[in-house]
């Protein structure tokens, strides 16, 4: 697999810079506690070009560097790097080929979500921190299996319907999407927690639901006013 | 944001000595897996004058340094600081303006305490440990929206029946209370510890209560015996 | 609190020993996750006198140097030492006085076996693990304050009936024996596994039981032929 | 215990080798959240020889160094090392003398996996993750006392009749297989994290079941697609 020159010095650059953020990125999949062995990843897209940087296939996260990293076109072909790109990468392509505000997609197999993704239950929004995050409930999208194009078409199709930036794929995890890969990891992070806390609250009885009018309040207000400006 | 001038000599060491223990109390929240990504704060009463040292908002565990800091008054404006203080603030300072025997307030999203809150279940004291640090039942308070005084009420109304150092507010998650920040950082790990063990308890039946004299005797013998005089 | 001088050169020695002993195994009451904050402790008798070394009441894991520890006597009191004996001192004096077999005494709040203690359910044994490690169920003593004789004296009632080196105190939590300090720990470890397994696999359906006389000689053979000779 | 002269240089490397490997992989059994203590093993097929490298009885992980490891033959006789062989020895002897396709055993007791096993339980497939590295349900091995051939002839036999490298032994816990050690040690860690989550799905309904073709379709890919060529 030889390297395909990039001729641009602002596509290079941002390469470079994205390597660097993709690979630290990755260290926080096992840090939030996310995935075991080498079952979750992250990408980004590169500014300037139909190009995004992501993790190689089966590669354990300590040995995530950011020359390990991988380049790969829009239709998963690899452009940069010495090892195959994730098996996921088909689903990743697909989605920043289709909603351009999308800046980093992440998908892992975090226990609490997939285990919601195993019964296809979308999780109710009952939560503040839910609202805030993900607007309302986070929704379940088709089953689907890898290697052809249908993960990437059950995503935007089901990110169409909601606000939410995680999707519960059937039987298989959630995929979160962002402005950014930072804001997709994220996603990912509190998807999970969410996804943790409902379950509990259900173990022993139903959670009291938020008003749909006070869900948009809240989503609206963390949006735009929380954090620094 | 221009600092004010603090002319005070022992309010300015006051804010120097919070500003390094407030930073050091917010390692204990991840540290005590009570948050996930910025989702949690800790904040001081400034001894001798209407202020508070608090977290900065969506800024990381790692980045808080005391430096970081950000000093606020009791209408939650910021008074020293680079940064927008944390978005509970006003929860916080409403807290400091009506109950003077507090001395620190933390608030998190910890995973258990957010489950019953999300059902808005009081936690039944059935624990010697719960007896011991709470006194009684962990209650519930109102469900209440960012950005008015409706949090800050909610707590102080809530913790005028109640024993406990910690409230469930609805739908969101535990806010505790203490004589110092220390303390309620204490109160915020037993509060998240008891709503777990007890959770777990529930799930395969009923515990056995403990008779209310007992719960008394449990308490006053902790709060007055246990420790290091 | 002034030192009560130690004559004998063999008993000074040996506490020495311990100090280093014990303040070592506190570090694995957190490693293990058995305890949040300060509330677990581990002690040691001396040999060859009517003493024990136990951690100090409300002090951090981290801060437990030898130096930290503190030596009591058979009813509880002080010997030698800076800071006031675990609150649980008692109750470990109580079993060293009334057993001699026993080296080391561990009590935790660990989440699981207290959430069986909170019911007062013993735990069933359904594991080999327990049948080599407790021989059968581990038992539920009663429920005592507190503050005199009755938690030790309900220990070494309940352990006359069992082959359990764990109790789970009613509404409170487990308490441990070995023949040394390091057994003793390491059964509060196993007791929270199996309380933890036991639970789990109760919550979908019933385990399946072990008949006594397997349970015999899994017991025997773990006591007798495990390990290095 | 005097160690036997092994005189093949090819079988004396790959000893070493392994030693230094098997040593290594013993600690991803704790980094991974499989065992507490001392409780679990990991041994590997000697190329050319009839021999195996395999953890000493009853110590632990952090005191596991390469020259700590023990060889036995597929007697589970020690060969070479100074401490007892791990007492699960004669279940991994039995395993390579009958299964000539395996270059790993991986033996836990990892908390999820083993309470299905305590019902005697097998995991369904309803995940594509399991389908992945498993190719269908986890199968459950008969009840089976340690100390003669028992535990390895039930895995042998239990094995034979499905695509799965893991057993759940009923009422003790998981054994995986592979075609290296490492390979049975992932497995290991995937059997407990699908065990964990598809109980936590089954908590709250039923999870929807993955169509046979599908799993066989999901199996074949991952088992000779995925990972780096």
Same mark, same amino acid.
């Given at each position: 697999m030889t390297d395909q020159p990039v001729t641009d010095t602002g596509v290079r650059d941002a390469i470079a810079r994205l390597r660097v953020e993709v690979a630290a990125l990755h260290a926080e999949l096992p840090a939030n506690d /996310? !995935?075991?062995?080498?079952?979750g990843n992250v990408s980004a897209r590169v500014p300037g070009a139909d190009l995004l940087v992501i993790k190689p296939s089966g590669v354990r996260y300590d040995e995530l560097t950011p020359e390990a990293m991988v380049v790969c076109d829009f239709d998963g072909? /690899? !452009?940069?790097?010495e090892r195959a790109p994730s098996s996921d990468t088909a689903a990743h392509a697909y989605v920043y080929r289709h909603l351009p505000e999308v800046g980093g997609v992440v998908h892992t197999h975090s226990t609490y979500a997939t285990a919601w993704a195993a019964r296809r239950e979308p999780i109710p929004c009952v939560l503040t921190m839910m609202a805030d995050e993900f607007g309302g409930d986070i929704p379940v999208g088709p089953f689907a299996v890898i290697g052809d194009d249908s993960i990437g078409r059950g995503l935007v199709e089901t990110l169409?319907?909601?606000?939410?930036r995680a999707v519960l794929m059937a039987n298989h995890g959630p995929f979160t999407v962002g402005p950014t890969a930072k804001a997709a990891v994220k996603s990912a992070v509190m998807c999970e927690e969410v996804a943790r806390t409902v379950h509990i609250a259900r173990q022993l009885g139903e959670p009291t639901p938020i008003e749909p009018a006070l869900i948009d309040s809240l989503h609206d207000r963390y949006q735009n006013v929380y954090g620094q400006r």
């Amino acid at each position: 697999m030889t390297d395909q020159p990039v001729t641009d010095t602002g596509v290079r650059d941002a390469i470079a810079r994205l390597r660097v953020e993709v690979a630290a990125l990755h260290a926080e999949l096992p840090a939030n506690d /996310l !995935v075991v062995w080498t079952a979750g990843n992250v990408s980004a897209r590169v500014p300037g070009a139909d190009l995004l940087v992501i993790k190689p296939s089966g590669v354990r996260y300590d040995e995530l560097t950011p020359e390990a990293m991988v380049v790969c076109d829009f239709d998963g072909q /690899l !452009v940069q790097g010495e090892r195959a790109p994730s098996s996921d990468t088909a689903a990743h392509a697909y989605v920043y080929r289709h909603l351009p505000e999308v800046g980093g997609v992440v998908h892992t197999h975090s226990t609490y979500a997939t285990a919601w993704a195993a019964r296809r239950e979308p999780i109710p929004c009952v939560l503040t921190m839910m609202a805030d995050e993900f607007g309302g409930d986070i929704p379940v999208g088709p089953f689907a299996v890898i290697g052809d194009d249908s993960i990437g078409r059950g995503l935007v199709e089901t990110l169409a319907g909601t606000r939410s930036r995680a999707v519960l794929m059937a039987n298989h995890g959630p995929f979160t999407v962002g402005p950014t890969a930072k804001a997709a990891v994220k996603s990912a992070v509190m998807c999970e927690e969410v996804a943790r806390t409902v379950h509990i609250a259900r173990q022993l009885g139903e959670p009291t639901p938020i008003e749909p009018a006070l869900i948009d309040s809240l989503h609206d207000r963390y949006q735009n006013v929380y954090g620094q400006r």
